[in-house]
């Protein structure tokens, strides 16, 4: 069916950087919106950024500045550019993204975790 892959999850220092991708494959007619969310520990599930098929993103106060999320529809892939990383971003980061096939429906990829030490 469709399948979300993400990579680029790791252990980064405070104020590095990391990319996370998120592709999805399958029989994919469309993708509509595309986004990253992020659980820590004990905590509920946030939302980090949001993207339309068009190039419209939005991002959460509290990464607004230092994460850009971005789209290649060619590829089918989200991305999101992490920098300037704090302690505070450790979590693992969820892919979802509402697409096409038969029907239309969301769809979540397994989660990378993101690690970073002070």
């Known amino acids: 069916q469709v399948q979300l892959v993400e990579s680029g999850g790791g252990l980064v220092q405070a104020g590095g950087s990391l990319r996370l991708s998120c592709a999805a494959s399958g029989s994919i007619f469309s993708i509509n919106a595309m986004g990253w969310y992020r659980q820590a520990p004990g905590k509920q599930r946030e939302l980090v950024a949001t993207?339309?098929?068009?190039?419209?993103?939005n991002h959460a106060e509290s990464v607004k500045g230092r994460f850009t999320i971005s789209r290649d529809n060619a590829k089918n892939t989200v991305y999101l550019q992490m920098n300037s990383l704090k302690p505070e971003d450790t979590a693992v980061y969820y892919c979802n993204a509402e697409i096409q096939t038969w029907r239309t429906a969301n769809y979540w990829g397994q989660g990378t975790q993101v690690t970073v030490s002070s």
């Open positions: 993207i339309t098929r068009s190039g419209s993103a």
